[in-house]
Structure formats: C-alpha cells, structure tokens
C-alpha cells in the first residue's frame, strides 16, 4: 500500500496571507506527482502534473516544487484570497501500478 | 467546466439492489477513470478504461465491473449494494493512458444505500 500524507490536514489564514502545505510520498520508483484543488460541491480541478526532480510548476499566484529523491512536494499560495478556500490533494504514481494514489487533502480556508 | 459529464447526479436505492452509472469523456479523451469518495475514506482509485479496453485496476470489489463502449463512454456497474457502498463517485478523462497526463474530473454521483 502506497503512503501519501499531507499536511497540516487543514489550515486557517487571513485574506493576503501566504501559505504552504506538504505533500509526502515514496521516494523510490518515482513516475509523476499531481496536484488538485477540489472546492466543496464542486469536482477535483488539476493544478499541476510534475515529473522531474527539482520541477517547479507556477500558476497565477499558485506554485508547487517536487523534490523526488527525498519524496516531497511543497505547495505555496502567495496573497491567499477567499476564492482560494478549498481542499488540495496530491496524488502519486509510481511506475510499476500506473494509477493514482491520493493523499487526503489540506483543508483551506482563507477569512476576509 | 471539465467537459467529462456524469449521470445521474444523485441516486437512492435499498441493499441488495443494482445500479450503473454513467460516464461520457471529455471529446477526444481514451482513458476513463472512475473513483471512489467515501465519508472516512480518501480518493480511491478503482480502474481505469483506455480505448476499451481495461489497463489499470485499483481497490475494486468483484460486485463492482466496468466497461468502456466504442463511443469512449463508460459505465460503472455496482451489484448487491450494501450500505458502506454508499459514497461519491468520480469519473476522470485524459487523452492517453500516460500517467503524466491531466486528468479531468466529471461532477461525480452521490450514491446514497439504504
């Protein structure tokens, strides 16, 4: 069974706060790491599909880097919004099963 | 708008019975992905369709079978329904089978078991 943790599990912040949550995964046999962002009510939205060692993946104010020797990915929110409130889930393949494993998501909230 | 669209929305049923849900890719996409959301549970993985044919299977019981039609839709059949069934379910499209490539999720059916 494949572990994929994130934290924190959920995260409370100020309208212009920047923020960062963590996405851990196995370190060995490495094939792509995707980022999610799912609002309540609605379906999971891709953000970004990372596959290389030190990839840094930028969209709008929303970045992510992958570190795949220590297996880790870092998500950064500059200038949180409201808008921005939602859950973010990583998910992981490695090469051998070819399918997606999630974690269970950082939870965040951004208060005006 | 993820152009993956998913029918019915909602659906209520008693133990023991069956029910199939639907998935219709975004235009262009082979692979089909279908998912599982439960209350204590993450995400789950269940299997995945390219062209029509099966590629990848995840923690999926025996009650549960999909297949994908030479239209790319595909439908997600559950059997002998039993309450802890009842979760939201996800289809996803891409265009290959790459594990590098988006995947765009559908709006899901809430499945309700009683």
């Given at each position: 069974i494949l572990n994929v943790e994130q934290s924190p599990q959920s995260l409370h912040v100020q309208e212009g706060d920047s923020t960062n949550f963590t996405c851990s995964f196995p370190s060995s046999n490495f094939y792509a790491l995707h980022w999610y962002r799912w609002e309540t009510a609605k379906s999971p939205e891709a953000l970004f599909v990372m596959t290389l060692n030190g990839d840094e993946k930028k969209k709008g104010r929303i970045s992510a880097t992958l570190n795949t020797k220590e297996g880790y990915s870092y998500l950064y929110i500059k200038?949180?919004?409201?808008?921005?409130s939602a859950t973010y889930l990583c998910a992981f393949m490695d090469t051998g099963r070819r399918a997606l494993t999630f974690g269970s998501g950082t939870r965040l909230q951004v208060q005006p | 708008d993820s152009g993956v669209t998913q029918t019915p929305k909602h659906l209520i049923t008693a133990t023991g019975q069956r029910v199939t849900l639907r998935c219709s890719p975004r235009s262009g996409d082979l692979s089909v992905y279908w998912y599982q959301q439960s209350l204590d549970q993450g995400l789950q993985f269940l299997i995945q369709y390219y062209n029509g044919e099966e590629r990848a299977k995840g923690?999926?019981?025996?009650?549960f079978s999909a297949q994908q039609f030479p239209d790319l839709h595909s439908e997600l059949n559950l059997s002998?329904?039993?309450?802890?069934?009842?979760a939201l379910y996800f289809c996803a499209s891409s265009p290959r089978t790459s594990g590098t490539d988006t995947q765009y999720f559908g709006p899901g059916t809430r499945l309700t078991v009683l």
């Open positions: 200038g949180s919004q409201p808008e921005d | 923690n999926i019981l025996e009650r002998s329904l039993e309450l802890g069934d009842s």
